[in-house]
């Protein structure tokens, strides 16, 4: 099984990965657990449990087209020195800890949809790039 998750909040663009596993879930994928969270920190973690594989989706501040989505590495979220989390223990925090206790899937992917610069403000999602990453994930 595949496990595809959205971490995010109802506040502004950090609902952005939210709304991408509501369109995912349009598409009918076989074999495919969508599963939308809002802000769980470190128990993120508990979600990598018994699956091989998972597709993490994250809003993140990148200076990019707003609502567009990439392909980060885990290291990536480090880097970003602007973030939309309001999780708390963020992902990038939980991601790094999860790789020390040896807590990561076998396979995991990380995408990263751009919030532009107005962090209040939801863009639109680019269900279109979207797909273009997820659906040879799958």
Request: with cysteine; hydrophobic share 45%.
């Amino acid at each position: 099984m595949i496990r595809v998750i959205g971490v995010g909040s109802p506040f502004g663009a950090d609902r952005l990965a939210w709304l991408a596993v509501d369109h995912l879930s349009t598409l009918q994928l076989s074999e495919c657990e969508l599963i939308k969270l809002d802000r769980p920190g470190s128990q993120l973690l508990n979600y990598f449990r018994e699956v091989l594989k998972v597709i993490l989706i994250d809003a993140v501040a990148l200076d990019e087209t707003p609502g567009g989505a990439s392909l980060l590495a885990p290291v990536d979220l480090q880097q970003i020195s602007v973030s939309t989390s309001s999780h708390g223990f963020g992902v990038a925090q939980t991601l790094a800890l999860g790789t020390q206790l040896g807590q990561m899937p076998p396979d995991f992917h990380l995408i990263g949809i751009h919030t532009g610069i107005a962090l209040s403000e939801l863009p639109s999602l680019d269900v279109e790039a979207l797909e273009r990453l997820v659906l040879p994930l799958i």
